[in-house]
């Protein structure tokens, strides 16, 4: 599963948890989207080609995924306990970290 593969089921999934409101998808979805996550940590992005796994790029790289990570879990929580408005809530902070660091890395 190629870091594009990953990018695309996060496209996918993050779509679902935006516009469902039954808890059981939205729950899939963010499982769905925190393994695609775990995944494109394992990889290395075309823009970082070269760069070794240790180096300050790349842990930066990773720093990234985990941000994403520790929204995707803490929306999950909400979503757990029943509170889909929060967990959605929770979800919208996604894109910001989406889009910082697609400036940085994409
Ligand atoms: C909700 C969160 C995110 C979504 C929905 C998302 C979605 C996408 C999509 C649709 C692409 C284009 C894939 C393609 O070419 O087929 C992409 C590319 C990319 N994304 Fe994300 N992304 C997310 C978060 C992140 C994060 C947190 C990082 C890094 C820390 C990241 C790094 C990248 C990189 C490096 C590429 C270019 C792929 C390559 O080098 O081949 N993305 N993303």
Do not use: C, W
């Not at 593969?5 to 979805?29: F, H, N, S």
């Not at 769905?32 to 290395?44: G, L, P």
Request: proline content about 1%; glycine content about 6%; cysteine-free.
């Amino acid at each position: 599963q190629s870091l594009e593969d990953d990018m695309d089921i996060l496209k996918g999934a993050y779509r679902t948890v935006q516009k469902t409101e039954d808890a059981t998808e939205l729950k899939k979805a963010l499982t769905d989207m925190r393994a695609a996550a775990e995944n494109a940590k394992t990889q290395t992005p075309d823009s970082l080609e070269g760069k070794a796994a240790d180096s300050a790029e790349m842990k930066d790289y990773r720093a990234g995924l985990d941000t994403l990570i520790g929204q995707i879990d803490a929306s999950k929580q909400l979503a757990d306990a029943g509170d889909i408005a929060g967990a959605k809530a929770e979800a919208k902070k996604f894109a910001d970290t989406r889009d910082a660091n697609h400036k940085k890395f994409r």
